[in-house]
Structure formats: C-alpha cells, structure tokens
C-alpha cells in the first residue's frame, strides 16, 4: 500500500519563473492538502482539495493555485516565483469521510529552492 | 482563527531522562488535537491525537499526552526517551467543521536532541 507519494524531490528555480509541484495520494484517500514549510518553520496550509474543486484556502496569494484530477492526484502551480517561496512543500491526503477521526497522512514533500 | 504555541524551541537531554514538551492553542470552539513528529530525513508521522473522550491519549513509541481543557495546552510527554526520539516534533489543532476535519494549524515545532 503505496502512502502519499510526491514528485519532484528537489527543485530550483530562478524568481519570476513559474514551477508546478505533483502529488499522488495514499490509496483510498480522496482528499488532498497542501503545506508549505519554510525553514525552522511548521507547516503552513496552503489549501485543500476534494471532487477536483477547491475546498478551503489558508493565506496564501493568488500566485498559489492547485488542482485535483479525477484520479485524486494534485497538482500546486506557484506563479511569479520569490525568494521567499523557498520552502519545503508538503502533500497530505485523508479521506473525506465525515469521521472526525480521520487521520492526515504526510508524504516526504518537494524542496523548492528560488534563487 | 486556531494558533499554537511551542514553547520550546530546542530541548537536549540524556537518554532514559523524562520528556515533557509543551504545547498551547488559542481557539474557541471545539478542536481536535495532534502531534507529530520529523524523523530526519524522513516524512511527518502522527503520534497520537486527540478528538474526545478521556484526555490522556496514549500514541505510538511510548508517547502521551494530556489534553487539559482549562490550560489550553496538550502537552507530550514520556517517561525515558532512547536516542531514536531524536527528531522534531510538532502540535498542531484542527477545528471541526463542516468538512469533518479541517486544516491542520501546526507550530513552530521543538527540536529534541537525545544524547547517548
């Protein structure tokens, strides 16, 4: 049973270009989140997908956006790079059964370093 | 909004030493309460949690934690941590809401160095 998978490990790119970061959810999870995790920092939520839509947002700006294919997989697109998007990006997927104990499993995350 | 507070930052101690690492919230309606823990090198990994029910949550590894509500805290403990506790650790709160569980608000995290 493959758990939350993301691709790719590590990533650099220069400030004004745009990156698109994947990931693959743990089977029968149908919920996908995304954090970002800057240095020293815990992870911040960016936003939540389910039924390919987005569900809730954290505070993020426009330049973050995402998006869920029918197989459950996400994809986060960050646009107009900055420094400070230089982070550790975290995938979790659950699944969206109203039993409040459902549990979020972490996937190992993309390093995104812009220089 | 949720907030956490993590007061310790970076806490060294010997193996077999008792461990409490603290942990606060501030929200006002009904949380669910969780920690977990970075391994290095390796991905975030739940502890334990906690929903409802008896405020001592037993999770994996030997680890607890204690939810008092009056204190907003839920701090983790264990009684004798071995050298492969070494990691950082972090509280985080969710509130309930109309999709079940809602984001995870997560602190800053501690540091525990476990010295042989």
């Known amino acids: 049973d493959a758990g939350v998978t993301q691709s790719p490990t590590h990533l650099i790119k220069t400030r004004g270009q745009q990156v698109t970061l994947r990931c693959s959810p743990k089977s029968g999870h149908d919920t996908v989140s995304w954090y970002q995790q800057a240095l020293g920092q815990g992870p911040q939520f960016i936003f939540q997908?389910?039924?390919?839509?987005?569900?809730q947002r954290g505070n993020f700006p426009d330049r973050f956006s995402g998006h869920q294919f029918p197989n459950y997989s996400s994809e986060l697109n960050v646009n107009a790079l900055l420094l400070g998007d230089s982070a550790l990006y975290l995938c979790?997927?659950?699944?969206?059964?109203?039993?409040?104990?459902?549990?979020?499993?972490f996937g190992p995350g993309t390093r995104l370093t812009v220089l | 909004a949720q907030s956490v507070s993590q007061h310790n930052h970076h806490v060294i101690l010997s193996e077999a030493a008792s461990l409490e690492l603290g942990c606060n919230y501030s929200?006002?309606?009904?949380?669910?309460l969780f920690w977990y823990v970075q391994y290095p090198g390796q991905h975030l990994q739940l502890l334990l949690k906690?929903?409802?029910?008896?405020?001592l949550v037993k999770g994996i590894k030997g680890f607890e934690a204690e939810f008092i509500k009056s204190k907003f805290s839920f701090n983790l403990r264990k009684p004798s941590v071995q050298w492969s506790d070494t990691a950082e650790y972090f509280c985080a709160v969710s509130a309930e809401g109309v999709f079940g569980n809602e984001k995870l608000t997560f602190g800053t995290g501690t540091r525990l160095t476990i010295i042989p």
């Open positions: 979790a997927s659950r699944y969206n059964g109203r039993r409040i104990t459902d549990t979020q499993y």
């Open positions: 997908y389910y039924e390919e839509e987005e569900r």
């Open positions: 929200y006002g309606g009904t949380v669910n």
């Open positions: 906690y929903f409802s029910g008896d405020p």
